[in-house]
C-alpha cells in the first residue's frame, strides 16, 4: 500500500503563505486522487481540497477556495497544497490522504471518510 508523509507545516503570520507537501512511497501516485484535509482541536475534520488521479480536476472546500491551492507532480510521487492569504486561527492539522482511481475511477468522493491511506499529519498555525 501507499504511504504518505506530510511536510511543510509551521508557524506563518497573518496573510502569509506555506506550501505543504505530501511525499508518497511504496506505490506511485498516478494511480491514485488525493486529498488535503484539516482539523483543529474541538472541531470536526474537513475538506480542504481534492484533486482526481487522472484528469487533475479539482474542488476545495468553500472556506479555502480562492486562497488554496492543490497540485501534483507525479513524477515527483508528491501532492502540493499552496496556501496563500492565511487567516489567524486556531493551529490546525493538515493530512493528506489517497483513495484508488480503480475504486473511484471517474471521480473524486469529497468525505474523507471514503480515503483509505493518511498520512500523519502536520501542523499549520497562523499567528502574529
Known amino acids: 500500500q501507499v504511504e504518505l508523509v506530510e511536510s511543510g507545516g509551521g508557524l506563518v503570520q497573518p496573510g502569509g503563505s506555506l506550501r505543504l507537501s505530501c511525499a508518497a512511497s511504496?506505490?506511485?501516485?498516478?494511480?491514485?486522487?488525493m486529498g488535503w484535509f484539516r482539523q483543529a482541536p474541538g472541531k470536526e475534520r474537513e475538506t480542504v481540497a481534492t484533486?482526481?488521479?487522472?484528469?487533475?480536476?479539482?474542488r476545495y472546500g468553500v472556506s479555502v477556495e480562492g486562497r488554496f491551492s492543490i497540485a501534483r507532480d507525479n513524477a515527483k510521487n508528491t501532492v502540493y497544497l499552496q496556501m496563500n492569504n492565511l487567516k489567524p486561527e486556531h493551529p490546525a492539522v493538515y493530512y493528506c490522504?489517497?483513495?484508488?482511481?480503480?475504486?473511484?475511477?471517474?471521480?473524486?468522493?469529497?468525505?474523507?471518510?471514503?480515503?483509505?491511506?493518511w498520512g500523519q499529519g502536520t501542523q499549520v498555525t497562523v499567528s502574529s
Open positions: 490522504a489517497a483513495t484508488s482511481g480503480t475504486i473511484y475511477p471517474s471521480g473524486v468522493p469529497f468525505d474523507s471518510r471514503r480515503y483509505d491511506v
Open positions: 511504496g506505490r506511485t501516485l498516478s494511480r491514485y486522487s
Open positions: 484533486i482526481h488521479w487522472n484528469s487533475g480536476r479539482t
